[in-house]
Antibody, heavy 116, light 108 residues
């Protein structure tokens, strides 16, 4: 059974950093792309970015609102995907979800609140 | 960036009725890269349809996706109580990937 479990969210001040983790099980982590999405309170879905499968070089792409500030990586020995978020802004407040490929399976999400 | 516009914003229907949700793109989308998600209150979204018309494993056949070019449709042939939720279309063929703003299907 595929399982995705996010962690690492919390309250952070503007300008600070936070790293989210997505622990995976039930599939071979390096064989699939992993995508992060977010959803601000009461709002719609937004694509954050993805990391390609290891076979495709584990390269990454990002949405325009996070490009240059966020970075996705993976620990292939532990089956964990990471979302490193730097220079966080108020507008980054959202529930963050990791997903398998483009959204075949989803975690339960982890809430990030950016506030002074 | 491809803009997806969903209509209507809210659909008020009764159980057993047919729901037709529209998703219009600002430019042509490869049908391989158009999907639909369902989100119930307090839950993570779940993928219903990928590649315009393919149901994800476990999704009932009352959910049907269709379309091409810039116009795509999700049809729920007979609404069940658990189908009242918000639905999002998404294109994942061009970067940045984008979502429509959502259609809420509510109980009339």
């Amino acid at each position: 059974e595929v399982q995705l479990v996010e962690s690492g969210g919390g309250l952070v001040q503007p300008g600070r950093s936070l790293r989210l983790s997505c622990r995976t099980s039930g599939f071979k982590f390096g064989d699939y792309a992993m995508t992060w999405y977010r959803q601000a309170p009461g709002k719609g879905l937004e694509w954050v970015g993805f990391i390609r499968a290891k076979t495709y070089g584990a390269t990454t792409e990002y949405g325009p609102s996070v490009s240059g500030r966020f970075a996705i990586s993976g620990d292939y020995s532990r089956g964990v995907a990471y979302l490193q978020m730097n220079n966080l802004q108020i507008d980054d407040t959202a529930m963050y979800y990791c997903t398998l490929v483009h959204g075949i399976y989803w975690g339960q999400g982890t809430l990030v609140t950016v506030s002074s | 960036e491809i803009v997806l516009t969903q209509s209507p914003g809210t659909l008020s229907l009764s159980p057993g009725e047919r729901a037709t949700l529209s998703c219009r793109a600002s430019q042509t989308i490869n049908t391989r890269f158009l999907g639909w998600f369902q989100q119930r209150p307090g839950q993570a979204p779940r993928l219903l349809i990928y590649g315009t018309s393919n149901r994800t494993t476990g999704i009932p056949d009352r959910f049907r996706g269709s379309g091409s070019g810039t116009d795509f449709t999700l049809t729920i042939t007979r609404l069940e109580p658990e189908d009242f939720a918000v639905y999002y279309c998404q294109q994942y063929g061009n970067s940045p990937w984008t979502f429509g703003q959502g259609t809420k299907v509510e109980v009339k």
